[in-house]
């Protein structure tokens, strides 16, 4: 349903763009989040963009960095992601929900998640 890719080996500095391709549902109807999970820490949420309206939340940790768009022509949700930090480095998923709160841009809750692309920013 969803497929992330895009992820890779960059020194920290770098670019990369990663892509939530999704299928099987109506994609104009879902908000879509990236969320990370780095070793030994608990998943975390990146960035949402909702379905209507295009609103995008940044975590602190990312803001000015990382930019996310959506491309309803082609089912699919970009995450840019420039000056990457070590921290930066964790396994990214990309996650649907239809449900927001007025006012929001990540869902309250996901129905389909896709499986992870590893982000490795190292020197």
């Known amino acids: 349903q969803l497929q992330a890719s895009g992820g890779g080996l960059v020194q920290p500095g770098g670019s990369l763009r990663l892509s939530c391709t999704t299928s099987?549902?109506?994609?104009?109807?879902?908000?879509i989040s990236w969320r990370r999970q780095a070793p030994g820490k608990e998943r975390e949420g990146v960035s949402c963009i909702r379905s209507i309206g295009g609103r995008t939340y940044y975590a602190d940790s990312v803001k000015g960095r990382f930019t996310i768009s959506r491309d309803n022509a082609k089912n699919t949700v970009y995450l840019q992601m420039n000056n990457l930090k070590l921290e930066d480095t964790a396994v990214y998923y990309c996650?649907?929900?239809?449900?927001?709160?007025?006012?929001?841009?990540?869902?309250?809750?996901?129905?389909?998640w896709g499986q992870g692309t590893q982000v490795t920013v190292s020197s």
């Open positions: 996650a649907a929900g239809s449900t927001v709160t007025p006012g929001n841009a990540c869902p309250q809750w996901y129905d389909y």
């Open positions: 099987g549902f109506t994609f104009d109807d879902y908000s």
